[in-house]
């Protein structure tokens, strides 16, 4: 997402970035963009918003959609149709979904909705992050285990975790 406040016009009464992440500003210098955008804000009148759950399922959706397109070569069958071959044998070893483990490091709102949509089509759930919340494990039919069992038994892995300045969690 691109904000520039700066150019946004008159009168600017809310900033709110609908983004899961992080959000991009015009200013190189700024280490943190958000809080560049509320000190900006509050120096100018206008109220800073954050809206936490306006994007989770998009993100969770299209984290779904690019396992589909791992699972079935779409993106590679895609691109030598478009080069005039059709390479059905070479892209035919796709795999289902179904039965197969997905990991999700970082079982936040996003990795919430991932797990739903992959339960659903009868993938095994394992989940690892920085807190472990067992009720979760009963809501949403899911597993808590180490990085390293997680790693070594998931067929896909899905990373949903904020960054925490230089301090990494992978």
């Known amino acids: 997402n691109f904000v520039n406040l700066k150019d946004a ?15 991009t500003v015009d200013d190189e210098s700024i280490d943190k963009p958000l809080d560049y955008i509320r000190k900006y804000a509050e120096e100018n009148g206008i109220a800073v918003k954050n809206t936490p759950r306006a994007s989770s399922q998009s ?10 397109s791992c699972a079935r070569f779409i993106s590679a069958a895609g691109a ?9 044998k070479a892209y035919g070893a796709g795999i289902e979904l179904g ?3 997905l990991g999700i490091i970082g079982f936040g709102r996003i990795g919430q909705e991932l797990g739903k949509m ?5 993938m095994t759930v394992l989940v690892t992050g920085r807190t472990v919340k067992p009720e979760l494990e ?5 597993k808590y285990v180490t990085m390293d069992e997680l790693l070594a038994q998931s067929d896909f892995v899905s990373l949903h975790t904020p960054a925490l300045g230089d301090k990494p969690f992978v």
């Open 9 to 23: 016009g008159d009168p600017v009464a809310v900033a709110a970035p609908a983004s899961s992440g992080s959000v």
């Open 138 to 142: 009963e809501k949403f039919g899911v």
């Open 80 to 88: 030598t149709m478009r080069a005039g071959k059709w390479e059905k």
């Open 59 to 68: 993100v969770a959706e299209l984290a779904m959609a690019h396992m589909f």
């Open 99 to 101: 039965g197969k483990t």
């Open 118 to 122: 992959c339960k659903a089509l009868g």
